[in-house]
């Protein structure tokens, strides 16, 4: 990978951010938004590289796109969009299924132990409110959350999906608080309404760099 290359998709997606933050409204509602993930998956299949990793994580950015058109460009289909980001959380976890050399049925067994425990617990929280966005949604984010955790144990050998993992959690996070006030309640001066009120988008402001670094990932090693 030459690093002209990544200069230049840097610089392009930088421009993007830009406008996504500061001046989102030039153009139609989510145009710069979904354009920039778009660009990340150009470069991804502009930049193969011959790995398990590359293959799975290029699935993953498919599914990402696939659940951004549907969020972020026409904003109509929240449960669809949901489904194809949990897809992709399935890829990002398969890259880590791939990257455990042992203790495989284990990681495994305690990923489904994790995603049933979060399930549960949406269920007292949410209670007779639940439906079937909640249970996609939990099941994303439980997924979101495990493979970060276990991407932050292999830190040292692939710090850039480690952090684009985090980046995602925080942005998942504020989409789930923005989205909750159906099942709960945020009183008008806690920290979680000052920051989904905050004069810029934070939930793009860690979403297109998580996007960005998941990517790169798969050219460290080329």
């Known amino acids: 990978m030459k690093p002209n290359k990544i200069a230049l998709f840097l610089l392009v997606e930088l421009v993007l951010y830009i406008f996504i933050l500061f001046v989102p409204n030039v153009l139609p509602s989510g145009v710069f938004h979904f354009t920039s993930i778009v660009v990340c998956l150009l470069f991804l299949l502009l ?9 799975i994580i290029l699935i993953g950015m498919i599914f990402t ?5 549907f969020l972020t460009l026409r904003g109509t289909e929240q449960l669809l969009g949901t489904i194809f980001f949990a897809f992709a959380q399935l890829m990002f976890g398969l890259v880590l ?3 455990e050399l042992t203790y495989k ?6 990923r489904l ?3 049933l425990i979060f399930l549960g617990i949406s269920y007292i929280v949410v209670g007779s409110a639940i439906d079937v966005l909640v249970i996609v949604a939990v099941f994303y ?3 979101l959350i495990y493979n970060a955790a276990v991407a932050c144990r292999y830190w040292r050998r692939d710090w850039l999906f480690a952090l684009g993992l985090l980046f995602y959690i925080c942005c998942d996070t504020l989409v789930g608080l923005s989205q909750s006030a159906a099942y709960l309640y945020l009183a008008p001066d806690s920290i979680w309404v000052f920051l989904l009120n905050f ?3 934070l939930i793009w402001l860690f979403y297109l760099p998580s996007q960005i670094l998941i990517v790169l990932s798969t050219q460290k090693h080329s």
Request: proline share 3%; charged share 20%.
């Open 47 to 55: 930049n193969k590289v011959n790995s398990k990793k590359w293959n």
């Open 65 to 69: 796109v696939i659940a951004d058109y």
């Open 97 to 99: 299924h791939v990257q």
């Open 105 to 110: 049925r284990r990681f495994l067994i305690a």
């Open 113 to 115: 132990v994790f995603v």
């Open 141 to 143: 984010y439980s997924n």
């Open 199 to 201: 004069p810029i988008n």
